[in-house]
């Protein structure tokens, strides 16, 4: 073996030991000086190989620059252990650094104004229930006593799929479910998605929230309807709210009424946004039709009820003026980071 092949052979085998045994980074520093600083060993080498025999020089070469890439992988190796330990000691961390500050999420003006219906409800009594956004004509329409001939059906109004089903137009399809499934009394609240073929503007959009509420027993009467309507505008309104019911028709309730908030912009003097009328336009209700009873197989003669279903984005916007439905769900993040 040549003078510098063996020359080699202990650079490689010092300089490993060195950097093995090195604990800090300034004990590897100098492990890597030694080698490839300039005095280091290897550069000395390097020089060396210059003055060789033309026959050694190749072999010479290779043998070194192996020698030269397996140390300063070893190098890297070690630095990073090194550094890893300092990490868990909690050395090599700068403490003097600022902080991250990490942004948190918050809920969607939708889901608050959910949550606070919910909530209300509950404490009357009632239990959420939920059903498919993908729904059955018949729990959508026949069993909520919707005519043939409804307008609400047509194929310009409502989304079928290929099957025949449907995206539910409302969260009523909900009451057929739960009444099916279970014997009365029945206190529920629905919230949830709904669909319909509205071209969008700045009060409707194609797809929607409602909570639809149901409570069926012995002898529920309008006035238990009234007394829970009133109870949960002041609630989520505020003391001073009125409310207002008017005659409406819905197929599924019979007396059918329109409720309403007194306007909460203007106390019910007369504004832009009640339009002079001092009342805001919040939910269709009204005692259940008997033959939507029948149709879940529940005896009118024994059991009553009444139901509602109200849009969650009218009351978002009404709570938080918000003057375009759009607004919801563009998620711009200034915007709902308003909430
Ligand atoms: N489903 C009706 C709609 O979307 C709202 C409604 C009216 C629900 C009267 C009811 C009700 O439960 O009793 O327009």
């Not at 020698?67 to 190796?77: C, M, P, Q, T, V």
């Not at 319909?196 to 149901?214: K, V």
Request: negative net charge; glycine residues 8%.
């Amino acid at each position: 073996m040549s003078a510098f092949i063996e020359k080699l052979k202990a650079a490689r085998e010092d300089g490993a030991k060195n950097i093995c045994a090195a604990s800090d980074p300034q004990s590897l520093e100098a492990a890597r000086a030694a080698l490839f600083g300039r005095n280091g060993v290897f550069t000395a080498l390097g020089k060396e190989l210059g003055a060789l025999p033309a026959e050694e020089k190749p072999a010479a070469g290779k043998s070194l620059n192996d020698a030269k890439r397996e140390l300063s992988a070893l190098l890297d190796e070690t630095a990073a252990k090194i550094a890893g330990q300092g990490a868990s000691t909690g050395e090599g961390i700068d403490l003097t650094l600022p902080g991250r500050r990490r942004r948190t999420g918050h809920k969607h003006p939708v889901s608050i104004v959910i949550d606070d219906c919910v909530a209300i409800f509950r404490r009357m009594g009632f239990i959420v229930a939920e059903g498919p956004e993908i729904e059955t004509v018949f729990n959508n329409f026949d069993a909520l006593n919707t005519p043939q001939d409804h307008p609400s059906r047509d194929p310009a109004d409502t989304f079928y799929f290929e099957d025949g089903r449907l995206l539910r137009t409302q969260t009523s399809p909900v009451q057929i479910r739960v009444m099916e499934k279970q014997s009365p009394p029945v206190r529920i609240v629905a919230p949830g998605r709904c669909f319909r073929r509205d071209t969008p503007d700045a009060t409707h959009s194609a797809n929607f929230h409602q909570i639809e509420g149901l409570y069926v027993d012995k002898g529920v009467s309008m006035s238990d309807l009234k007394s829970v309507l009133l109870y949960f505008a002041k609630e989520l309104m505020g003391p001073d709210v009125e409310i207002r019911l008017r005659p409406h028709f819905f197929p599924f309730t019979e007396p059918s009424v329109e409720y309403d908030f007194s306007c909460v912009m203007c106390a019910g003097k007369g504004c832009r946004v009640c339009k002079q009328s001092g009342w805001l336009e919040i939910s269709g209700a009204g005692m259940v039709n008997p033959a939507v009873l029948r149709n879940v197989g529940y005896d009118p003669d024994e059991w009553s009820g009444f139901a509602f279903g109200m849009g969650i984005e009218r009351i978002a916007m009404i709570r938080y003026r918000i003057s375009d439905i759009r607004l919801l769900y563009e998620n711009e993040t200034r915007f709902l980071e308003q909430f």
